[in-house]
């Protein structure tokens, strides 16, 4: 019999409650989610439902003794992850591997200074159409989750163990051999996408079919290219041709995380999208205008969204 392994989540929102759904169903493995104070007592009262089915996860608070986990997956939005962090001191172990499923550059190198970069993987969901409102979180195309170290033209052993998790869980993945382009280009992709359709209030159906939409979200995209090209990282215009085949997969009534945020009044990940674009542009000395007065827009919209 195979050894069981335990998998914690850092973050139930729309992408680590498809994690923990799929988790949850495997043999062998042990799933656990990390909370604390009222986000504890609601999901230990209510628990959390995917896609109509309520799930009961098996809940840990910080400050638990407990065992190292085998992987710990890290879901949370840009704006929790400082807070987060310390949160699992208790559940790093010198096997333990985390990979970051979050937003935007930056995230495995706060994970990696706390805990060590021999322990951080990089990762992207690209695809997965995950929405969350009062009934729950629900999707119609679970994605697809790419993870691996900068290089992986022979995968490490870490990255070959969560393969192997991956594999069983039935989660769709794959191990690209340069992350980090991989990583600018979800990042030119959220860019894109979410500022345009959190400004045009626009979910992805109008996207697909509205031809001034699709040049703002391609306009975006061009900006992230140029510092790419800077950074060193091999990003063209060409990438911009895997995008229409992704937007088409998605449900029509789907919509960008950024869109969700704006709609329920919630902080967006602004600051690490079209704020990170204009951050490198100063840094580099290269225009980014229409970035800039999207982030002008979504400052707006979000400051006005909170104080409603």
């Known amino acids: 019999m195979s050894k069981t392994q335990k998998i914690v989540i850092l973050g139930l929102g729309a992408v680590g409650a498809f994690f ?3 988790f949850l169903a495997t043999e062998n493995i042990e799933t656990c989610v990390i909370a604390d104070g009222e986000r504890y007592e609601r999901l230990k009262r209510d628990g959390i439902v995917v896609n109509g089915n309520k799930l009961m996860p098996p809940l840990m608070r910080p400050d638990e003794e407990t065992s190292p986990a085998d992987l710990i997956i890290v879901t949370l939005k840009h704006q929790h992850l400082d807070d987060a962090l310390p949160d699992l001191r208790n559940l790093v172990g010198d096997q333990t591997t985390i990979v970051s499923f979050m937003n935007g550059l ?11 970069v021999e322990k951080v993987l990089y990762g992207i969901s690209v695809g997965i159409d ?4 009062e009934s729950g979180i629900r999707f119609s195309n679970p994605g697809r989750h790419i993870f691996g170290e900068a290089r992986n033209n022979q995968p490490s052993p870490r990255v070959l163990a969560v393969r192997d998790i991956f594999t069983r869980a039935g989660i769709t993945h794959d191990v690209p051999a340069d992350m980090i382009r991989t990583l600018w280009w979800k990042f030119m992709i959220n860019v894109g996408a979410n500022q345009a359709s959190a400004v045009m209030r626009a979910p992805y159906g109008i996207i697909q079919q509205t031809p001034a939409a699709q040049e703002l979200v391609r306009e975006l995209m061009l900006e992230v290219i140029r510092l790419a090209e800077v950074e060193g990282v091999d990003l063209t215009e060409k990438d911009l041709a895997n995008w229409p085949p992704i937007l088409n997969s998605l449900a029509p009534e789907g919509k960008t995380s950024m869109l969700q945020d704006i709609e329920a009044g919630r902080k967006t990940e602004l600051e690490i999208f079209g704020g990170k674009v204009i951050e490198l542009g100063k840094k580099y000395g ?3 205008p229409v970035n800039r007065i999207v982030h002008q827009i979504i400052s707006v919209l979000e400051l006005a969204g909170q104080s409603a």
């Not at 930056?106 to 060590?116: N, P, V």
Request: charged share 35%.
């Open 286 to 288: 290269i225009s980014t």
């Open 20 to 22: 923990a759904e799929r």
């Open 130 to 133: 995950s929405v969350r409102d």
């Open 106 to 116: 930056d995230s495995e190198a706060a994970i990696a200074e706390l805990y060590g």
